[in-house]
């Protein structure tokens, strides 16, 4: 082969790498709350976004405290979390930007059928703490700085009390685990435990956990997605994360997140209709 042949030869394998290379799939990292993917929620709407898109999004899920703290470190391209006082700070110590709210549901506390601190059908969330904390009837508590655990502690310290383990209060199980291992730990000792009701409906082993307390304005739960800022995290993704955002936020996107059901009910209501 000429020395000709053997360059044009070189410069074609190059171009069909380098087409090969660019039709590769995109890939983001999604630091998401553990509760979106636990419900099946985004196994359910990212196909869709993926096969619109061809970007492929990696879901780390984690508490919404942690999945902050793995954006801060710069290892993930945006986040998907429902924790507002952690969400201020990270954008605050200038991690993130452009906050948008994509879905809603709402918390609830479930229990035991018995229901020893004899709360059930209210609507009292603070009023139903201070029932079990009285009547020292268990209570599971995920401890791994959550949203819900942040709300929970929340809680806990409207109605003057900081219930701990670790202080000797026994009826009281900080599991440190996400929101499926916080309700299979409940059912196995019947106890009680905040939930979102999103995991709850999609949840299969209930054993004779029920609600007892929902409809509190307090328990409103909001699903805000969160991009990096390129000034503090360069390396970010930063194109195909907005497209993820940009997705979510869309009718499109909207529309699958609404869709989503698990034996009938709706688990995620679309941020639009969102109670003010």
């Known amino acids: 082969m000429?020395?000709?042949?053997?360059?044009?030869?070189?410069?074609?394998?190059?171009?069909?790498a380098t087409v090969a290379g660019g039709a590769r799939a995109e890939s983001?990292?999604?630091?998401?709350?553990?509760?979106?993917?636990?419900?099946?929620?985004?196994?359910h709407i990212?196909?869709?976004?993926?096969?619109?898109?061809?970007?492929?999004?990696?879901?780390?899920?984690?508490?919404s405290?942690?999945?902050?703290?793995?954006?801060?470190?710069?290892?993930?391209?945006?986040v998907l979390v429902h924790d507002p006082e952690a969400e201020d700070r990270f954008v605050k110590e200038g991690h993130g930007?452009?906050?948008?709210?994509?879905?809603?549901?709402?918390?609830?506390?479930?229990?035991?059928?018995?229901?020893?601190?004899?709360?059930?059908?209210?609507?009292?969330?603070?009023?139903a703490l201070k029932a079990i904390a009285a009547a020292h009837a268990p209570f599971v508590s995920r401890g791994d700085k959550s949203g819900t655990d942040a709300l929970e502690k929340r809680l806990w310290r409207a109605v003057g009390l900081r219930p701990s383990t670790a202080d000797?209060?026994?009826?009281?199980?900080?599991?440190?685990?996400?929101?499926?291992?916080?309700?299979?730990?409940?059912?196995?000792?019947?106890?009680?435990?905040?939930?979102?009701?999103?995991?709850?409906?999609?949840f299969a082993n209930k054993a004779d956990l029920k609600i007892m307390i929902e409809g509190d304005p307090g328990l409103l739960n909001r699903y805000d997605v969160i991009l990096l800022d390129p000034a503090k995290h360069p390396q970010a993704r930063h194109e195909a994360a907005r497209r993820l955002r940009d997705?979510?936020?869309?009718?499109?996107?909207?529309?699958?997140?609404?869709?989503y059901a698990v034996r009938g009910e709706q688990l995620f209501h679309p941020s639009a209709a969102a109670p003010k």
């Open 65 to 78: 405290g942690q999945a902050l703290a793995t954006a801060a470190r710069g290892d993930a391209d945006l």
């Open 97 to 127: 930007t452009d906050r948008r709210q994509v879905a809603w549901n709402d918390f609830v506390i479930v229990g035991p059928a018995g229901d020893p601190a004899h709360i059930g059908g209210g609507h009292d969330a603070q009023a």
């Open 247 to 259: 997705w979510l936020i869309s009718p499109t996107g909207q529309s699958a997140i609404g869709a």
């Open 46 to 63: 990212l196909p869709a976004f993926t096969a619109a898109t061809g970007i492929d999004v990696r879901v780390l899920a984690q508490g």
């Open 168 to 202: 000797g209060d026994k009826w009281y199980r900080d599991i440190g685990g996400g929101m499926g291992a916080a309700l299979n730990a409940a059912a196995g000792m019947s106890a009680y435990t905040l939930t979102d009701r999103g995991t709850w409906l999609s």
């Open 28 to 43: 983001i990292v999604l630091a998401s709350t553990t509760s979106v993917q636990d419900s099946g929620l985004l196994e």
């Open 2 to 16: 000429t020395t000709t042949r053997r360059l044009v030869a070189w410069l074609i394998v190059g171009w069909l």
